[in-house]
């Protein structure tokens, strides 16, 4: 049997003490909004794991599928210059490309900010090493997890 992106992913948190159930959306999960129709919950409880770069270091931020990032506040608030990270950075950063890029367990250690909004759910969704597949976690796990920061990624 071929082991799917999304298998690896899940057999990859397994490793490090996170067992996962993935779910697969043959039809894709490429938006937050298409991802909380498939699941049937608020597109607030996705979990958009967004790679830009702040001082030119890739940075990870873990945002609620309601907000957009505001790159100038958020910039602010974390003292440097934010800026998108181009698809080249954010393959090499996580290992994983746009749209399929999770929460944790990246190729190279990434400083991480959770949108503080995430805190306000019991479970977020999260994508899980491809476009079509995700899993649950409880948010605040997950910021103990990635180390993240909580931060107000709104203005």
């Not at 049997?1 to 043959?26: D, I, Q």
């Not at 702040?54 to 957009?68: E, F």
Request: proline share 5%.
């Amino acid at each position: 049997m071929v082991e799917t992106a999304s298998s690896a992913y899940a057999r990859r948190l397994g490793e490090l003490g996170l067992p996962v159930e993935v779910r697969e959306f043959p039809d894709g999960t490429h938006t937050a909004q298409d991802a909380a129709d498939a699941i049937g919950c608020p597109v607030a409880a996705i979990v958009k794991s967004l790679v830009f770069t702040l001082d030119g270091h890739p940075i990870l931020v873990l945002v609620s599928g309601a907000n957009r990032v505001d790159v100038d506040a958020l910039g602010r608030r974390l003292g440097g210059a934010l800026g998108k990270a181009d698809a080249r950075t954010v393959k090499e950063a996580t290992g994983f490309s746009i749209g399929a890029v999770p929460p944790l367990a990246h190729a190279t250690d990434l400083r991480t900010v959770v949108d503080e909004d995430l805190l306000l759910l019991d479970v977020a969704w999260a994508a899980a090493g491809s476009a079509t597949s995700v899993f649950p976690i409880d948010p605040r796990r997950l910021a103990e997890l990635t180390g993240g920061e909580i931060v107000r990624v709104t203005s």
